[in-house]
């Protein structure tokens, strides 16, 4: 609070609804920056795991594979990338449209199917670890 | 005056005479400074990761499928193409990892003094060859 002190502050210029709604021209407010950054935060430590993940699998048989995912601490570390990548993917690839296609109807359907590749290939990512950790 | 963009760029010069305003250069002439570079970079890099994507996709569908298929993925993965494609991943992968911790860094409102902005970007490039190269050593040595 301002206190004691009634001079003009930037706080100010915008009324007490609109800095209570705060949601902008999309609607959705910080949500989809701060999804951009908490998803980067969480891929710090699980891309570092599953670069050395990748290089103990160079040269594997599928035994190794249902053996390295069949344990606890690897299969949820897989399963929180998969989440991760796919999340932080579409967030990302969906700025790039939103900056480059301009046609509002080409905009839409390109937004649309990157987020339908997405959910469909993560889901795809998602059964295939547990059917090789399960 | 040909069309109404000549008719926007008409001026007068501080001895009332009609001028033809000045273009700003187009982006092809500009010099590339590190900043603009990493910028642009952070996004190529962000979208050459999205077809990465596509490699790991196809790496654990192939692995719960049968053996052969696994084997087909491992035995491309090993192929020249195969390991240039993984170096590319590693080399994108490891870039935007760099580019990204230095935008995190950058979100907390510090780093942005032109010299600081500069040395981080440098530390960026630096950082990406030593994970790259150290990785690849790794994996060619032990893996």
Known sequence: MAGSNNAPHRDMMRSPLGRARGLGAAKVGATHWWAQRLTAVALVPLTLWFVCGVIRMHGAVQHDMVAWLSQPVPLVLMLALIVATFHHLQLGLQVVIEDYVHAEGCKLASILALKAACVLLALACIISVLKLGL | ?143
């Not at chain 2, 009609?18 to 970079?41: G, T, Y």
């Not at chain 2, 240039?84 to 490891?94: E, H, P, Q």
């Not at chain 2, 580019?99 to 860094?105: E, Q």
């Open chain 2, 1 to 143: 005056m040909r069309d109404v963009r000549d008719a926007l760029m008409v001026a007068r010069n501080t001895d009332g005479k009609l001028v033809r305003r000045p273009l700003s250069p187009h982006i092809q002439v500009h010099r590339w400074p590190i900043s603009m570079a990493l910028s642009i970079l952070h996004r190529a890099s962000g979208c050459a990761l999205g077809v990465g994507t596509l490699l790991m996709t196809w790496w654990l569908i192939a692995a719960a499928q049968s053996e052969e298929s696994f084997a087909t993925a491992q035995k491309f993965m090993g192929s020249p193409f195969g390991r240039l494609l993984l170096f590319g991943w590693t080399a994108a992968l490891f870039y935007h990892f760099c580019s990204g911790l230095r935008h995190l860094w950058m979100d907390t409102g510090r780093g942005f003094e032109k010299a600081e902005y500069d040395r981080s970007a440098w530390i960026v490039v630096g950082a990406t060859v030593v994970l790259t190269v150290g990785t690849w050593i790794i994996a060619l040595a032990f893996g």
